[in-house]
């Protein structure tokens, strides 16, 4: 019997908490890329986190299952590649910008948990929300500029394909052995495929620009101890506790809060065009995550008129 329950105050607390700690993580990356790349910056604290996770799992006697590595090995360089992408796109592009394009992660798992397992076999409702949230890509991308004035178009995508890769990750874990393995080995194959790919991508590519100053170092330790360790100990503290559904699309406050603090604290410009795209992205996303509820109510309304 499932004893997980449906959201209540703790659980909205803790979740609005959340998504204003993953809402700063591309502004934190942002703010200090001045001083330090991004791509160098998401290399260390996965790789602290990756520690820091280990530690915990020895302190709990949490058993290390072997038997799943190939499939972690996968994860780890999708992984890598989905903050390959976001490192690359924080060069190019906002920070809004950014945390938007790579929140339309759902739309590339529904479309690969369609192609490789019947049971997630696409509706006609989830096609329609999929077909909405492109076309809401399509117009963001049609006025889209970076922070300073820049075209951001080349930036755009690469958070597109940061999406795209998280999407990948999500069906990677829900047809391999990944399913069933305990969440902190899911998360330890992650964080050591970050550092082991792209710490070497840093340097082979010059990006290792490394300025010593306290914002540099504020910014880190919120990277590593808040974002990469404590936000998912928590986020999985929920999933154990709460109904998935429901946390699922409370996250979606995310890149709302993204593109509202990217604007506060970056002094980042809204543009018309990328906000009424974002707006319909958004709603495509929720039709695709919240499907039933969306048939349901569309078979009432059509009742209703008849």
């Known amino acids: 019997m499932d004893e997980r329950k449906a959201l209540d105050t703790q659980a909205s607390a803790l979740m609005l908490m959340l998504c204003v700690i993953w809402s700063l993580q591309q502004i934190a990356m942002k703010a200090i890329a001045?001083?330090?790349?991004p791509m160098l910056q998401i290399a260390l604290r996965s790789g602290v986190a990756f520690c820091l996770v280990a530690a915990l799992m020895r302190w709990?006697?949490?058993?290390?299952?072997?038997?799943?590595?190939?499939?972690?090995l996968l994860i780890g360089v999708l992984f890598a590649l989905e903050y390959l992408f976001v490192a690359l796109a924080l060069r190019h592009t906002s920070a809004g910008h950014t945390v938007v394009f790579l929140y339309t992660s759902p739309i590339f798992a529904a479309i690969g948990l369609h192609l490789k397992l019947p049971a997630e076999r696409l509706s006609r409702v989830q096609w329609l929300g999929i077909g909405v949230a492109f076309g809401g890509i399509a117009y963001a991308f049609l006025g889209g500029t970076g922070g300073s004035g820049q075209v951001s178009l080349w930036g755009d995508l690469l958070a597109l394909l940061g999406g795209a890769s998280?999407?990948?990750t999500t069906v990677a874990i829900r047809t391999t052995r990944l399913s069933v393995t305990a969440p902190n080995q899911t998360i330890l194959y992650q964080l050591g495929?970050?550092?082991a790919w792209l710490?070497?991508?840093a340097v082979l590519t010059g990006q290792t620009l490394f300025v010593s100053t306290p914002l540099v170092w504020a910014s880190l330790a919120y990277q590593t101890f808040v974002m990469s360790f404590f936000s998912l100990l928590v986020w999985f503290w929920l999933l154990r506790h709460?109904?998935?559904?429901?946390?699922?699309?409370f996250a979606f406050l995310t890149p709302v809060l993204g593109v509202v603090l990217g604007v506060l604290i970056l002094g980042e410009p809204l543009e018309l065009p990328f906000v009424l795209g974002s707006l319909i992205v958004l709603l495509g996303v929720l039709t695709v995550t919240l499907h039933t509820a969306v048939a349901d109510v569309f078979r009432r309304l059509t009742g209703a008129a008849a």
């Open 242 to 249: 709460y109904l998935a559904s429901r946390l699922g699309v």
């Open 166 to 168: 998280w999407g990948a």
């Open 193 to 195: 495929g970050a550092f």
């Open 34 to 37: 001045g001083s330090m790349s």
């Open 199 to 201: 710490l070497p991508a």
């Open 60 to 72: 709990r006697r949490e058993r290390f299952d072997w038997s799943a590595w190939r499939a972690g």
